[in-house]
Every structure is written in C-alpha cells, then in structure tokens.
C-alpha cells in the first residue's frame, strides 16, 4: 500500500476554503485515494474517494495531480464543526490504513 | 443512510475479564471490520469479516477473537481483557469496493 505523507496540523480561518494536501508518491495505477475525517470522540466519516478524476460531491472537492503523487481536499467554506483530523488513505480495497492525518482547526 | 452501530460508546471492565462489544449495521454489508484507535498509532485492523460465518486476521488480532453469526452484526470479543487492551474500539461496515462506514465508537477501560 501507497505510504501517505500529511502535514500534522493546519488553521482555517471560518468561512474560508481549507485545503488539505497529501503526498502519495508511491501510489499505483490503481490504487484510489480516499479521505476520511474524525471529529473528537466520534468514529471516522467518509468524506470523499478518487482515482484519476477530480471529485465533488456535497462535503467536499478532491483534487488529484495528473501523475498521482498528490493530492488535495478542498473544504470550499470552512465551518468550526470542520475541526478534525483529515485522513488522506491509498488503497486498492478491503482494509484502510489510516496514518496519522492532518489537525485542521477552524477558527472564528 | 448507513447506520453502524455499536453496543456502547464507554464500558469499564476488569482484568481477565470476557468482553464483548457488539456492532450492527442496517444496509445489508457484506464486509465488516474492527479497529482499534491509539494516540500516536492511529487507526489498526483487528479482524474483518466479508460474509456470515467468515473472518479474517487483520494487523493485531493477537487477544481478540470475532463472530459472525448474522450478516448486520460482528462481535468483537476480548477473551481475558487486559489492561494493554484499553482503547477506543471501532467498527465499519461496506459493500464490495466502496467506502466504509464507521460506528461512533466504544472508548474501553480495562483495570
């Protein structure tokens, strides 16, 4: 499985785009990259998955560079109930391994 | 929508002790898996099921045993708990290739 690499934590000011990057530079061909959030004391939340295309759906926009190394979540207007831990995963199927994600803190 | 469910959200048990924790889901998944979660270690599999009656090892299933009788629901079981089990235990549920979906957690004390 593709190791991802996230930065530990990022502020978003309320109302703004958050834009959560993830490294993926050992992805391959077809493995899907998906993002999952944890909000405190709660189990993780399906956010969004893609595997070449860029994504959108109702929570979120998920951007993949054209050679798969990267990525990026876009949470277009930031809310202080998007405070969380932002997982970026890589997986062909099955089990997911979560890594240590991004701290995204949402603020006033 | 997908509802997973899990008997409790905190539970307090004591060394040696059997613990079950139970999960169920309402939209007929075929695949179910429990994790653990650990400050600093993130999210690890600890066993999965993809049909009644079938489980497989996930990365740290050394203590825990599983059971799939019904389809909706998988049981995670803690043959003689100890303390190095205290955690926060999740369970998901999917179907074929698409995402999981996540209980809300059971947070386990063991003294």
């Known amino acids: 499985d593709a190791k991802t690499t996230q930065p530990p934590s990022m502020d978003c000011a309320e109302g703004r785009a958050a834009n959560l990057p993830c490294n993926h530079s050992t992805i391959s061909g077809n493995e899907y990259v998906y993002w999952y959030r944890q909000i405190h004391s709660q189990g993780p939340q399906y956010i969004i998955h893609?595997?070449?295309n860029n994504e959108t759906n109702e929570m979120a926009s998920l951007i993949i560079t054209e050679d798969r190394k990267s990525s990026t979540l876009i949470l277009p207007h930031a809310t202080l109930r998007d405070t969380a831990v932002y997982y970026c995963i890589v997986r062909v199927t099955g089990k997911l391994i979560f890594g240590q994600g991004t701290t995204l803190q949402v603020k006033p | 929508d997908v509802k997973v469910t899990q008997s409790s959200r905190y539970l307090v048990k004591r060394t040696g002790e059997k613990v079950f924790l139970e999960c169920v889901q309402d939209?007929?998944?075929?695949?179910m898996f429990w994790y653990r979660q650990d400050p600093g270690l993130g999210l690890r599999l600890i066993y999965f099921s993809y049909d009644v009656k079938m489980k497989e090892k996930g990365d740290i299933p050394e203590g825990y045993s599983v059971s799939r009788e019904k389809k909706e629901r998988f049981s995670l079981i803690l043959e003689s708990a100890s303390t190095n089990q205290t955690s926060m235990y999740l369970c998901?549920?999917?179907?074929?290739?698409?995402?999981?979906?996540f209980g809300p957690g059971t947070r386990l004390t063991v003294l």
């Open positions: 998901a549920s999917k179907r074929g290739y698409n995402e999981q979906f």
């Open positions: 893609g595997l070449k």
């Open positions: 939209m007929d998944h075929e695949n």
